[in-house]
């Protein structure tokens, strides 16, 4: 992916100082996914990156990875498989608690999402890695049932937090952009 594309995508996120509560500076993706080049542009480039794969199934982190996630699976011809906050799918589920900073959090993923296919090969994706206990999660939803996360990928890293690089002990990771100092929630 080329520095141009990289400095306009950083620069189309907006930053949203206090919310959703005083303290945090959230990055807001809407910014960038309403601009028709750059979420092509974004879009072209994970799909170079990812097509020299043979990728059966893009899972994207609830809910902005889904608007990644789908868009992904589209352009690689692979199904997508949605990770959802607890209570949100109807069939057989398995689910994942991990802690957050106040209290702990559950995310769930159908047992048949990957279609029963041995080993699937799969691509993880949300907007933004911070402490990373979403995404080892999500991680742990797919090795539970039997499939290969190939790479986890994030628009944004909060590197302070340490998410990432805590997460590559257990996959491989790619962040695109670096949000750096500023805080999770
Ligand atoms: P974590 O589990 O701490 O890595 O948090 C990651 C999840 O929280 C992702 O789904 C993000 O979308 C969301 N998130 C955390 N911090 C922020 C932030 N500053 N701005 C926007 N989203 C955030």
Redesign the pocket.
Known sequence: MSEKLKKDLLSAIRDVPDYPKPG?????ITTLTNHPILFASLIDALKTRYEVFNVDFVAG??S??FIFGAALAYALKAGFVPIRKKGKLPSERLSER?E?EYGFDEIEMHTDAFRGVKGAQVILI??????????QAALNLIKRVGATCIEACFL?D?PQ?G?AEKLRESSKVFTILN?GL????
């Open positions: 945090i500076l959230f990055k807001d982190i609830e902005r990875g991990y957050l949300d907007d933004l890695i911070a402490t990373g206990g979403t995404a944004l909060l937090l998410g949000a500023e805080n999770g929630y």
